[in-house]
């Protein structure tokens, strides 16, 4: 039994594709990306298999934790530094090699990298950022897939108040490109949320010239 999709008259596992008209961003959205059972298979093996970290910021000075846990994956063994921690990147394993290939399929690149979000409750978010520095921002791209618990992921360009903010539910399954200028331009951020829900997992493949 499918555990984040209730079947309903009109539910359909057809890949359905998105592109989304944002003035200097392009971001495509593709639903039921990957079918129910292999999205079921890949939720349980990530939240177990996957080296977990709590990783810290500094707010006001203080060292607090991430209000979610992360992983880094990739084919380089070089250290990341990320929100100001620097861990080793994990080697890439059998669950991230399918999912990079496949979703490699949608775009002309390689992904180098990937990092990965376990929302362990609605309290677990990510807060408006840019992905990279500004000086690397062009031109990137990344490819997030969700797995659980649907979550809002909220757009704002960074600088243009005429234009509304965007919110895309993310579903089990799915896969969310954003390229071209996209982190240039925008801000996103999957808001806290009080209503009771299951984990999330979410995977950004990443991929810088
Ligand atoms: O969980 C998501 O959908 C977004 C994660 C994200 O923005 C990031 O890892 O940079
Ligand atoms: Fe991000």
């Not at 979703?103 to 990092?115: A, M, P, S």
């Not at 903010?165 to 009080?194: C, Y």
């Amino acid at each position: 039994m499918d555990l984040f999709k209730q079947p309903n008259l009109f539910s359909t596992n057809e890949i359905i594709k998105t592109e989304f008209n944002l003035p200097g961003a392009e971001v495509i959205l593709f639903e039921n990306f990957f079918s129910v059972e292999e999205s079921d298979r890949l939720y349980h093996s990530l939240i177990e298999n996957t080296i977990w970290e709590q990783d810290q910021m500094t707010i006001y000075g203080k060292q607090v934790d991430l209000p979610r846990l992360t992983a880094w994956y990739g084919s380089e063994d070089e250290l990341m530094v990320y929100a100001e921690s620097e861990s080793r990147m994990v080697p890439w394993n059998a669950d991230l090699l399918f999912i990079k290939e496949r979703i490699e399929q949608e775009v002309d690149i390689k992904f180098q990298r990937c990092l990965l979000n376990y929302y362990r409750d609605g309290n677990d978010s990510v807060d408006w950022h840019q992905d990279y520095e500004a000086d690397q921002r062009k031109n990137t791209v990344i490819g997030s897939v969700t797995f659980g618990e649907t979550r809002n992921f909220q757009l704002k360009h960074a600088t243009r108040k005429d234009l509304n903010r965007v919110d895309i539910p993310l579903e089990h399954g799915s896969f969310l490109i954003m390229q071209g200028a996209t982190q240039d331009n925008w801000k996103h951020k999957i808001p806290k949320t009080s209503r009771k829900i299951r984990p999330r997992i979410n995977l950004t493949f990443r991929w810088i010239e």
